[in-house]
């Protein structure tokens, strides 16, 4: 299949999400158990429940996923949506310059200009996380800020040398060995930054797109989708284990435990970059 963006579990079953560009039209779907669930083009997807959120050009969609047909509720952000995560019933969703707030429960939109630097940011946005106390946002230039949850004010900011590709907060309450968060970026620099300080720093040197974590006989290794470079295995401290190289861009990978396979994309031919679970120790 091509085109693939992003891809979790539900049930043991896949799910995808696709994106289609074209001068004309931006369209996309969600895959799952064979059918097909047309978007305006989804960047990214993530589940709680039966409850899936897919992040498309201009709307944000919520679909049940034992009717799987239609999405049930549409909010129409009229952003890119890059990125989105949920978080106490508000979506959090990033586009070019900008960040939209969503609450679920009333179905309000608020729109927020994102300042880099200081200035308005005229740049994508592709990456977001928020925890009780932040929203975390990075550009497409390195600016990595602290924004207040009620106050939407800039508090602190950090510059990497490429745009910030992922966000993640970890908390070792939910297994990380680190509670923190988690930056990659284009030119592969990785950070975990805890209580304002920088835990762990590292240079992949290649681009950090996306981060899967899987345990292998007690042991977890960070799995991460490299767009162009790939999909590289490495520890939790980021010491590479193996690199898996592409001849086209891998946006998201597949952890397929039942078949022990780890499965990466190439989003323009569809091919498969297939290695055993069990092998990459």
Wanted: net charge negative.
């Amino acid at each position: 299949m091509k085109y693939i963006t992003d891809c979790l579990y539900y049930k043991n079953k896949p799910i995808y999400s696709t994106y289609i560009y074209s001068e004309t039209s931006r369209k996309g779907a969600i895959v799952y158990k064979g059918a097909e669930i047309e978007t305006t083009g989804t960047f990214s997807i993530s589940q709680k429940e039966n409850r899936l959120i897919a992040g498309n050009y201009n709307n944000i969609a919520i679909i049940d996923l034992e009717l799987a047909s239609v999405p049930h509720t549409i909010y129409d952000n009229k952003i890119i949506n890059y990125n989105h995560v949920e978080y106490e019933g508000t979506i959090y969703s990033v586009g070019l310059g900008c960040y939209t707030e969503i609450n679920t429960k009333t179905g309000d939109i608020t729109w927020h200009q994102y300042f880099c630097n200081g200035e308005k940011c005229i740049h994508d946005i592709l990456s977001v996380a928020v925890d009780k106390q932040y929203i975390y946002i990075g550009c497409d230039i390195g600016c990595l800020s602290y924004i207040d949850r009620s106050t939407h004010s800039v508090l602190e900011t950090y510059s990497f040398s490429g745009g910030i590709t992922w966000l993640c907060v970890l908390s070792t309450a939910n297994g990380h060995s680190y509670s923190g968060l988690e930056v990659g970026t284009y030119t592969g620099e990785y950070a975990i930054i805890s209580e304002r300080k920088i835990l762990l720093q590292k240079n992949t040197g290649s681009i950090i797109w996306r981060i899967h974590r899987v345990e292998i006989e007690g042991a977890v290794y960070n799995v991460i989708a490299q767009s162009y470079d790939g999909i590289g295995i490495y520890t939790e401290d980021l010491i590479l284990i193996k690199h898996i190289p592409t001849t086209d861009l891998v946006y998201t990978i597949e952890i397929d435990m039942d078949r022990r396979k780890l499965l990466g994309y190439n989003y323009y031919t569809g091919e498969v970059q297939s290695t055993d679970l069990f092998s990459i120790k």
